[in-house]
């Protein structure tokens, strides 16, 4: 599953220690799993262009190696539905610590999971399904496996959430895609056992689920500084 250019991705982000959000959603997109349409520029008429060919809203995101928590920063804005708010935005960006560009993406609905893992140095690595989103502190729902995971366990980490009736559908809501929540858990899964011993943590919050979809919306990875992707 690693690949040479995945490796080469990894391997550039080890000295600071963690990989940028745009560059964690390349690695995804390459490994088949749904990410957001999304250009990564420094440059204000392409994000313009970028939003106007892929429709309003969009959401806008600061890359910067100095920032890793973009919202404690305010370095998130959504639900932008017009150019002034997008100029407005980049413009705050620019000003902030280490810019390094602006992420625009295309608006994802749908009910929001989290899914991570940590490289447990008894265990090796440990995979994370709960409720995600802003809520993930909040409502603590959340089931852990050990991996590799196999088919019966990802069903298993389902039906072990709380708010699972959620997922299959509530109230008129419409259920998500349960098998693609399961295609991206045993491509994670496999990804996070060829890490083994190179990865501190990886953080999917929130992947948006749909009937149809389930795409990473925020992608955060850190990378254990004293160790080599090979």
């Known amino acids: 599953m690693l690949t040479g250019e995945v490796r080469e991705m990894l391997s550039a982000s080890k000295d600071r220690g963690w990989v940028l959000e745009p560059e964690a959603k390349r690695l995804f997109a390459r ?24 429709g309003y809203p969009v959401v806008a995101k600061v890359v910067s190696p100095e920032i890793l928590h973009k919202s404690e920063r305010k370095g998130v804005a959504a639900g932008i539905q017009e150019e002034g708010e997008l100029i407005a935005a ?29 490289d447990d140095y008894q265990f090796g690595p440990v995979i994370l399904l709960g409720i995600g989103g802003t809520g993930v502190e909040i409502y603590r729902d959340v089931t852990l496996r050990m991996a590799p995971l196999n088919p019966k366990d990802i069903e298993n980490m389902v039906r ?22 399961s295609g991206l858990l045993s491509v994670f899964s496999g990804l996070v056992m060829d890490l083994e011993g190179s990865y501190e943590s990886i953080d999917l919050n929130p992947v948006i689920c749909s009937s149809n979809r389930c795409v990473i919306a925020d992608a955060r990875i850190i990378l254990p500084k004293s160790r080599m992707i090979e």
Do not use: H, N
């Open 31 to 54: 490994l088949g799993l749904d990410v957001p349409r999304f250009i990564w520029t420094t440059r204000l008429e392409e994000a313009l262009r970028f939003a106007r060919e892929i």
């Open 90 to 118: 980049v413009d705050r960006f620019r000003k902030m610590e280490g810019f390094a560009g602006v992420l625009v993406e295309e608006m994802v609905q749908g009910l929001e999971l989290i899914v991570g893992s940590k």
């Open 160 to 181: 072990c959430l709380k708010a699972r009736r959620l997922l299959e559908g509530y109230r008129g809501t419409e259920p998500i895609s349960l098998s693609k929540l």
